[in-house]
T-cell receptor
Framework: GESVGLHLPTLSVQEGDNSIINCAYSNSASDYFIWYKQESGKGPQFIIDIRSNMDKRQGQRVTVLLNKTVKHLSLQIAATQPGDSAVYFCAEKSSSNTGKLIFGQGTTLQVKP | DAGITQSPRYKITETGRQVTLMCHQTWSHSYMFWYRQDLGHGLRLIYYSAAADITDKGEVPDGYVVSRSKTENFPLTLESATRSQTSVYFC????????????FGPGTRLTVT
């Protein structure tokens, strides 16, 4: 079945460094992906999305890269700040076109001062 | 305030009792979703709704009931709560079938004793 997973459960980085969070997906027909950030005690918050007709999309301090050949998605955070500490989820649009998203397990990002 | 709200934020109940979690959104979004979040499982879809009076099962629907008589409300009922339903529950909404960005509420932490 469809699945979206993350390579690393926890990522620890130094403040000011760049962070890279990875995600693998299994459905080669997926055409839309989202990254969410979830801070402790809060609901997931949209960060950035990308459609399959793109390889890269940039936002403010964040970049999402999509490699359809190997079914891999990554989120890059530039100049990581303590406020970036959170759990990050990738999500994939369900192939059933019902508005559903399939979420990965999540990666915890810890930013060391 | 505009947005998506959930109530109660915290709930403790006993095994066998009926519990209803409320979700309200002010965007007139078509789609609404209920997820549960447990350690090690990420976000799992319980039920979703494409419009008023249209609901469908997600990944883990057993033990839950939903209704959607109005576009803005999507209550989730645990008919006879069990300890395995102790979890954090998130409601989300999204605008249209081709717009997959989901907006999440703050969550309800439910403990079943």
């Amino acid at each position: 079945g469809e699945s979206v997973g993350l390579h690393l459960p926890t990522l620890s980085v130094q403040e000011g460094d760049n962070s890279i969070i990875n995600c693998a997906y299994s459905n080669s027909a997926s055409d839309y992906f989202i990254w969410y950030k979830q801070e402790s005690g809060k609901g997931p918050q949209f960060i950035i999305d990308i459609r399959s007709n793109m390889d890269k999309r940039q936002g403010q301090r964040v970049t999402v890269l999509l490699n359809k050949t190997v079914k891999h998605l990554s989120l890059q955070i530039a100049a990581t700040q303590p406020g970036d500490s959170a759990v990050y989820f990738c999500a994939e649009k369900s192939s059933s076109n019902t508005g559903k998203l399939i979420f990965g397990q999540g990666t915890t990002l810890q930013v060391k001062p | 305030d505009a947005g998506i709200t959930q109530s109660p934020r915290y709930k403790i109940t006993e095994t066998g009792r009926q519990v209803t979690l409320m979700c309200h959104q002010t965007w007139s979004h078509s789609y609404m979703f209920w997820y549960r979040q447990d350690l090690g499982h990420g976000l799992r879809l319980i039920y979703y709704s494409a419009a008023a009076d249209i609901t469908d099962k997600g990944e883990v629907p057993d033990g839950y009931v939903v209704s959607r008589s109005k576009t803005e409300n999507f209550p989730l009922t645990l008919e006879s709560a069990t300890r395995s339903q102790t979890s954090v529950y998130f409601c989300a909404s999204s605008g249209h079938g081709w717009v997959y960005e989901q907006y999440f509420g703050p969550g309800t932490r439910l403990t079943v004793t």
